[in-house]
């Protein structure tokens, strides 16, 4: 019976299983939890958005209207032969000429479900009805325009649409009305390359849409000696982010409150099944699956009208003592279903992981810039087999957040460090193990202390290197990382917590970073090219 109801679509899903009394979902290793019946499913959480963009192509009237036509088919049926169908839907109401023409076609891509926009010039366009139609469309808007074809009927001569010209004025007249769209480093193409600009458009559009949807849930206040993720929540709703900021005596009161919840047991069934032989800890899980049962009915309570939820956590002084365990594994469950939860209530961290889940459609994690790799270890395990100094490298770190898919090994132990002056038994909570090996992008979107947007990005990898450490650790080698600590995370003042996305996505982030309007966007600059505080010198 159950199984029978979870067809269609996502929002029917949500609906069939509502109507069939199950009370939690839950990701990486999931369970479903019935009334009276418990039944293990390959379920992930419904907390990123799919995006469907209209292609509207636009034609002005003194041009030949056919081009735009012919050239909008063709970028379709390019991108239907080159990738997913359903992710684009073509307007076929209309070629826009005018204001009128604009409004048939906001209509209609409304009607059809679509999410994001593409505006196609396949000649030199109407710059007015053009940019009009991305002034009202309310989600993530592109542009692009079609290259010159001389095979077509008419050549250069009775068949040049002019779009190179075109994109100029589109990006004129977006300045004047103040429209944000996206417009790729070069946009002007064939129909397959204009397929290929739409397609690197999706994990942009993404997350565009989801951050206008979203809900940053925190429990604090920030520890106290800990200053560096304390930021202003101003620019979040300038990103149309939502903020719901809560004590964490909130939190302890609803824990409580969970105390006997009849879904503990499969809760901790799913642990164990995850933590498999590294369960070093089983007298911890019972209270473990209690606040991941909190956490969750807490998100579920309290998401309102976003769609999307990520948390910003407290995990110390006072947390171990009183909840008898740190979070640090339920956190790291969260973030494999798709809930992204940062540690030490770091709100921008919670965004950054956010915005990372979306673009990679992948987990993540939050990590301290940690500490150096010591030279031995560089001289046995890095020197001579990568090719990187000592100065690119440093290890990567937290206590325990990381999901176990993206640990070579893990065990589940107390936290060592608080352990040192708190009873053990207290500390106990974390996940254990080195990070995966493999293709990274570190990076953080952040607010400074007077309410302006930085970010920073830098591609690298995790060394297949044994950390020897504690914690969930990883060697990471980012190419100039000895200068870019210094000219950009020293010197623009960035708090120690980085999010990492597990392969190289920094095209896609740097640009949704620009189409929020961040203006200071960093990366690790090549050798040969100096930061702006750089001593050239030196």
């Known amino acids: 019976e159950i199984s029978a109801c979870l067809v269609g679509s996502e929002m029917c899903i949500r609906d069939s299983i509502k109507s069939k009394g199950i009370r939690h979902i839950a990701g990486c290793v999931p369970i479903l939890v019935v009334t ?7 379920f992930t959480m419904n907390n990123k958005p799919s995006i469907k963009i209209g292609i509207v192509a636009v034609s002005r009237d003194c041009f030949p209207e056919s081009l735009s036509v012919n050239r909008r088919k063709a970028l379709v049926e390019a991108y239907k032969n080159k990738y997913n169908a359903d992710e684009i839907y073509e307007c076929p109401i209309c ?66 649409g002019d779009a190179y010209c075109g994109m100029l004025n589109a990006s004129y007249n977006l300045k004047l009305r103040g429209v944000k769209a996206y ?31 979203l809900k940053i849930i925190s429990f604090g206040p920030r520890p106290n000696n800990f200053l560096a993720c304390n930021a202003p929540i101003n620019q979040l709703y300038n990103l149309g982010v939502e903020i719901e900021e809560n004590s964490e005596l909130d939190l302890f009161e609803s824990y409580n409150n969970h105390a006997g919840d009849e879904r503990i047991p499969a809760v901790v069934k799913s642990m164990e099944k995850e933590l498999g032989e590294g369960n070093k800890k089983p007298e911890i899980l019972s209270k473990l699956a209690q606040y991941e049962l909190t956490l969750l009915d807490w998100v579920e309570a309290h998401k309102g009208s976003r769609k999307y939820v990520a948390i910003a956590g407290k995990c110390w002084p006072a947390f171990q003592t009183q909840f008898g365990f740190v979070p640090c594994y339920v956190n790291s469950r969260l973030t494999a279903m798709g809930i992204p939860v940062s540690c030490e209530v770091d709100i921008y961290g919670a965004l950054s992981e956010f915005i990372g889940t979306v673009v990679s459609d992948d987990v993540v994690t939050l990590l301290d810039i940690n500490n150096t790799v010591p030279s031995d270890i560089y001289e046995e395990d890095i020197k001579g087999r990568f090719n990187y100094t000592i100065k690119d490298t440093f290890m990567g770190f937290h206590c325990g957040n990381t999901a176990a898919c993206k640990l070579s090994f893990c065990e589940m132990k107390n936290q060592m460090i608080m352990a040192r002056s708190l009873p053990e038994e207290v500390t106990n909570g974390t996940l254990e193990g080195d990070i995966v090996p493999g293709d990274i992008t570190f990076f953080r979107l952040q607010s400074t202390s007077d309410s302006q947007l930085r970010a920073y990005v830098a591609q690298g990898e995790v060394l297949p290197v044994r950390t020897r450490s504690f914690g969930a650790i990883g060697i990471f080698a980012i190419n100039e990382m000895g200068r870019f600590y210094r000219h950009v995370l020293v010197e623009k003042n960035y708090p120690h917590h980085g999010a990492v996305a597990f392969g190289h996505y920094g095209k896609a982030l740097f640009d949704v970073f620009k189409y929020l309007g961040v203006e200071d966007i960093s990366y690790n ?14």
């Open 95 to 160: 070629i826009v000429e005018s204001e009128i023409h604009m409004q048939q076609a906001l209509e209609d891509v409304r009607k059809a479900g679509c999410n994001a926009l593409c505006v196609y010039l396949g000649n030199f366009g109407p710059e007015i009805a053009e940019t009009m139609l991305a002034k009202y469309f309310d989600g993530p808007k592109m542009f692009v325009a079609a290259a010159e074809e001389t095979s077509a009927n008419g050549g250069l001569v009775g068949n040049r």
């Open 36 to 42: 009276g019946v418990t039944e293990m499913e390959d």
């Open 183 to 213: 417009i790729p480093e070069y946009p002007v193409g064939t129909a397959s390359e204009c397929a290929d600009m739409i397609h690197e458009f999706i994990p942009v559009a993404k997350a565009v849409y989801a951050l206008n949807n």
């Open 525 to 538: 600059q090549p050798a040969g090219v100096l930061y702006k505080s750089e001593n050239p010198f030196a």
